[in-house]
């Protein structure tokens, strides 16, 4: 099993400690790349034993035939992996197509 990420994920994970800290979501800069780091390693080691659900239509625009499951960070926060699954040389990959938080689109779960 692997976890892999379209650019764009990564790129916005990166750009995420930069705008949790300046947006004062933490104090210090280290502790919001410290809750970036444990966001990416709880999907990497998690994504396969969570409950995936299939996409609502609206998130079709970053892939088809996606599902996501949820990863709660605190009381108030929940984010949630779109992805797609498929089969390379007998290995399950999960690719992940699109990110965000229950602030962002829980309108559209």
């Not at 300046?22 to 080691?45: P, Q, W």
């Not at 990863?71 to 992805?83: D, E, H, I, L």
């Not at 390379?88 to 992940?96: A, H, W």
Request: charged share 25%; hydrophobic share 40%.
């Amino acid at each position: 099993m692997r976890v892999l990420a379209m650019p764009e994920v990564i790129d916005y994970l990166d750009n995420l400690v930069d705008i949790l800290f300046e947006k004062g979501y933490f104090s210090y800069a280290e502790d919001a790349l410290d809750y970036v780091d444990e966001l990416r390693n709880e999907i990497k080691a998690k994504l396969h034993t969570k409950l995936h659900i299939p996409a609502p239509k609206y998130f079709d625009r970053y892939g088809k035939n996606m599902k996501y499951a949820g990863f709660p960070k605190n009381k108030r926060s929940t984010w949630y992996v779109f992805f797609t699954t498929y089969w390379e040389n007998g290995e399950v990959i999960y690719l992940i197509r699109y990110i965000a938080n229950n602030h962002t689109i829980a309108q559209y779960l």
